[in-house]
């Protein structure tokens, strides 16, 4: 079956401490997007990719970096100037950046503090 | 700027009583409307949509929606609501033309037995 996949489900930083989040998608999709999660602000969008190669801020991006060298793949680094990382983060794709088609969501990366 | 508004954070129904989320949106232009259902440590999954055409739109699970522009709202409705049916639901809105996708904060409904 086609899907998302996000990898680590559950995830540990130190202090100063880069990770990075994987996310795969076997959808063919060609667009790509990283969203936090925190309880009660809904969805908040970090970045997002349209094609390989390209991809534009979202509404959150400081603290945060991203990489689109394949279409199936939109990996996201948390570095350690993102201050505040503990959130529940989810990626998504669609056909196409523009239009009517929804997103779909991968089953998310649970980030936590040590 | 579009933007998306859940009336209520938290909905408690009774097992087989009638489901009524609310959302309200702003727009410029024609929206396209989405609703997502979210289980605990899960992604989001689409319950349904609204593009062109119908204004009455079905999705999974037995959940409805009605796009209605004069009152700006694209409520989710589901006759009679099952135990199963607990979860968090997202309305999001995207504005024709436009590619950012913008999501509500969520309704988190309980269903009392």
């Known amino acids: 079956d086609g899907g998302i996949t996000q990898s680590p489900k559950y995830l540990f930083r130190k202090e100063g401490q880069n990770v990075t989040l994987s996310c795969e998608q076997n959808?063919?999709?060609?667009?790509m997007y990283w969203y936090r999660q925190d309880p009660g602000q809904g969805l908040r969008l970090i970045y997002y990719s349209q094609i390989v190669n390209d991809f534009q801020k979202g509404d959150i991006a400081e603290g945060y970096s991203v990489s689109r060298e394949k279409k199936e793949s939109f990996p996201l680094t948390v570095t350690s100037a993102q201050k505040n990382p503990t959130a529940f983060y989810l990626c998504?794709?669609?056909?196409?950046?523009?239009?009517?088609?929804?997103?779909?969501f991968g089953d998310g990366t649970r980030l936590s503090i040590l | 700027a579009q933007s998306v508004t859940q009336l209520g954070s938290h909905v408690s129904v009774s097992e087989g009583a009638l489901v009524l989320l609310r959302c309200n949106y702003s727009s410029s232009v024609p929206p396209y409307l989405f609703w997502y259902v979210q289980y605990p440590n899960q992604g989001l999954q689409l319950l349904l949509k609204y593009t062109t055409g119908a204004t009455l739109v079905k999705g999974i699970n037995g959940f409805e929606a009605e796009f209605k522009k004069s009152e700006t709202s694209f409520h989710l409705t589901k006759p009679s609501a099952h135990m199963s049916d607990a979860a968090e639901y997202f309305c999001a809105v995207r504005p024709f033309g436009n590619e950012k996708l913008t999501f509500g904060t969520g309704t988190r409904l309980t269903i009392i037995p």
């Open positions: 959808l063919n999709h060609d667009a």
């Open positions: 998504a794709s669609s056909m196409k950046v523009w239009g009517n088609q929804p997103q779909h």
